[in-house]
T-cell receptor
Framework: NAGVTQTPKFRVLKTGQSMTLLCAQD?????MYWYRQDPGMGLRLIHY???????AKGEVPDGYNVSRLKKQNFLLGLESAAPSQTSVYFC???????????FGSGTRLTVV | AQKVTQAQTEISVVEKEDVTLDCVYE???????LFWYKQPPSGELVFLIR??????QNEISGRYSWNFQKSTSSFNFTITASQVVDSAVYFC??????????????FGRGTQLTVWP
């Protein structure tokens, strides 16, 4: 039982490059979330999804796009990376709004 | 608006000391859930506890205990007889369901706990 799997685990990008972070869960969860973690800031919600084909903005959505074409996958895209997007990105999923999250192991992204 | 405040940025204790991590939350919702997560140096986020707004009973799990007080909007976490392996960042989080929040988690900024041998 893999839970929530994030790929890649580490990545270095040059400013202006694009990339996609993949989050996959095998628990049939409806709700999926992308957070970023920065020192002293806790975790901040970027985008989230309440089901296949639906996405919504969180508190820090600028510079990111997401897609949820399949229930088990939630993709986070950076179209033109900026140094301010250097962060650790966590994906999470849950079965319903009352449940706790299951987190992935994180992706450490550095934009130079 | 929902908000979680962890006023303690860093705490250092010596092994076997007791330590309490504070968490204060703000919400106008009457139904909500509170969580604590642990993030060890390896970086993963580990779920510790969930408490709903209708259950104010304190919870004890081994060396861990949680004190939920609605009157002061606090959900504090105590580690008894701390150990080096308890060194981690601890996050308190709030989950509400009103309006457009759709069950999202609001995190505090975390408390870095260091336990020295």
């Amino acid at each position: 039982n893999a839970g929530v799997t994030q790929t890649p685990k580490f990545r270095v990008l040059k400013t202006g490059q694009s990339m996609t972070l993949l989050c996959a869960q095998d628990m049939n969860h409806e709700y999926m979330y992308w957070y970023r973690q920065d020192p002293g800031m806790g975790l901040r919600l970027i985008h989230y999804s309440v089901g296949e084909g639906t996405t919504a903005k969180g508190e820090v959505p600028d510079g990111y796009n997401v897609s949820r074409l399949k229930k088990q996958n939630f993709l986070l895209g950076l179209e033109s990376a900026a140094p301010s997007q250097t962060s650790v990105y966590f994906c999470a999923s849950s079965s319903d709004p009352r449940a706790g999250y299951t987190f992935g192991s994180g992706t450490r992204l550095t934009v130079v | 608006a929902q908000k979680v405040t962890q006023a303690q940025t860093e705490i250092s204790v010596v092994e076997k000391e007791d330590v309490t991590l504070d968490c204060v939350y703000e919400t106008r919702d009457t139904t909500y859930y509170l969580f604590w997560y642990k993030q060890p140096p390896s970086g993963e986020l580990v779920f510790l506890i969930r408490r709903n707004s209708f259950d104010e009973q304190n919870e004890i799990s081994g060396r861990y205990s949680w004190n939920f007080q609605k009157s002061t909007s606090s959900f504090n976490f105590t580690i008894t007889a701390s150990q080096v392996v308890d060194s981690a960042v601890y996050f308190c989080a709030l989950r509400t369901f009103g309006g457009s929040t759709l069950g999202r988690l609001y995190f505090g900024r975390g408390t870095q706990l260091t336990v020295w041998p």
